[in-house]
């Protein structure tokens, strides 16, 4: 089994780091991190650097597809190197997923067009505009689409892709092997519980605010 995660410019960590950790578990399984080009690809924060090991060129046929979202992922709608290698990857693909913003990537390829999908609550407007059916939900599952809500969402969905894969004993070897049982200090994780000033001013400053 091969996954493969691309990674580019300007990438959030924990998108594509929190499934790595879960589906790195599977066996007989090799998880690569990818690129256009083999290189060291840097996250929005600019003080993270994961290393792409192989180009998208090198991996053309990867058993499950996770792609991160991020600031970045705006600079790969369109024509692009990273959307030709979706459209060619997904054909033979058993999984395709996504965290965060990387689902408006495989809606923009035209992979969830009509589909039921998730992403950042931030941009909820700009994953219906692309042809998906939003849903609020921590994670979906439609077909062999799978996507995640905002960032840390990425562990939930590659634990419930475990599942599906290796059965839930596996899922649940795997969440106790990297203890992920969270017991936030704040219930602010949602813009449904969040105080209101927040979840305003917060959306104030997206990039998606016009949108």
């Known amino acids: ?33 990818v690129a256009e080009r083999p290189r060291q690809v840097t996250d929005h924060t600019g003080a993270l650097t994961l290393r792409a090991d192989a180009s998208l060129a090198d991996v053309p046929r990867p058993d499950i597809i996770v792609v991160p979202g991020g600031p970045g992922q705006a600079d790969h709608m369109g024509d692009s190197p990273l959307r030709d290698w979706l459209l060619a990857a997904d054909q033979t693909s058993t999984w395709t997923t996504s965290v965060c913003t990387g689902s408006l990537n495989l809606a923009d ?52 892709l475990t599942d599906r894969i290796g059965g839930a004993e596996m899922a649940q070897r795997f969440q106790l092997g990297i203890e992920y049982d969270p017991h936030p200090p704040y219930n602010a994780g949602s813009p449904a519980t969040a105080p209101a000033e927040i979840v305003a001013d917060l959306l104030a400053r997206s990039r998606f605010a016009a949108a």
Do not use: C, H
């Not at 931030?122 to 849903?135: K, N, Q």
């Open 1 to 33: 089994m091969l996954i493969a995660i691309p990674l580019f410019d300007r990438f959030t960590a924990l998108d594509a780091v929190g499934p790595f950790q879960v589906l790195v578990q599977l066996p007989d399984a090799t998880t690569i991190f």
């Open 109 to 160: 390829a035209g992979l969830l067009t009509g589909r039921r999908a998730t992403t950042n609550w931030m941009a909820m407007d700009e994953l219906a505009r692309l042809g998906a059916t939003p849903v609020r939900e921590r994670y979906v599952f439609d077909g062999k689409y799978a996507t995640a809500a905002g960032v840390s969402a990425g562990i939930d969905m590659a634990l419930a």
